[in-house]
């Protein structure tokens, strides 16, 4: 695990290196949990597996052992500040699960993102479907997968040029682990 300084405290990495990586995968986890969720568990063995380097980010607010989540504008610049110390091999890849897929949507183009990786985006608060957080996803100008749960009561993001929305059973816990690494390997192939 290495610490990585951002303007609003340090995050926390932990590198999954692999020889001659053909990419870089960099993930976050979502606004309540950590870098151990089983869904960012399974994309990083389906990357590694591939080829690719994998870096799991742990945001500020939880090295701080905060639970809630600090505002966007601050998840984002502590995420632009970790993917420039990190200086990854090859194309880079981001992205994370539910709150973490938002940072990376947000912050794709900023970051020079190849492509972006999103588990469980959550595309509306449950029961509140007016208050869409489509647009983040929309703006993405990359390749991008959605990997989200068929009974997701963060609802399901529509398919799009350009995304590729892949329904696995289950909730927003995404726990489909074998078919989550299916997903990802098949998307990963295409990109490389």
């Known amino acids: 695990m290495r610490e990585v300084a951002t303007p609003h405290g340090p995050a926390r990495v932990e590198l999954h290196a692999v020889a001659a990586p053909r990419a870089t995968l960099v993930l976050g986890h979502g606004a309540g949990g950590g870098i151990g969720a089983p869904d960012l568990v399974a994309a990083r063995d389906a990357a590694l597996a591939c080829g690719v380097a994998v870096a799991l980010v742990e945001q500020p607010y939880r090295v701080a052992g905060r639970r809630s989540p600090a505002p966007a504008a601050q998840l984002d610049a502590a995420w632009l500040a970790v993917l420039e110390a990190l200086a990854p091999a090859g194309p880079l890849l981001t992205g994370g699960r539910s709150s973490g897929a938002r940072v990376a949507c947000r912050t794709a183009q900023a970051a020079g993102a190849a492509g972006v990786l999103c588990l469980a985006f959550p595309v509306h608060p449950?029961?509140?479907?007016?208050?869409?957080?489509?647009?983040?996803?929309?703006?993405?100008?990359?390749?991008?997968?959605?990997?989200?749960?068929?009974?997701?009561?963060?609802?399901?993001?529509?398919?799009?040029p350009g995304r590729e929305v892949v329904a696995v059973p289950g909730t927003h816990a995404l726990r489909s682990t074998g078919r989550i690494a299916e997903a990802v390997t098949a998307w990963l192939r295409a990109q490389l």
């Not at 991008?144 to 399901?156: A, I, K, T, Y």
């Open 126 to 160: 449950p029961g509140r479907p007016e208050k869409t957080r489509l647009a983040e996803l929309d703006a993405v100008e990359v390749p991008v997968l959605v990997v989200q749960g068929e009974r997701d009561p963060f609802g399901m993001p529509p398919p799009a």
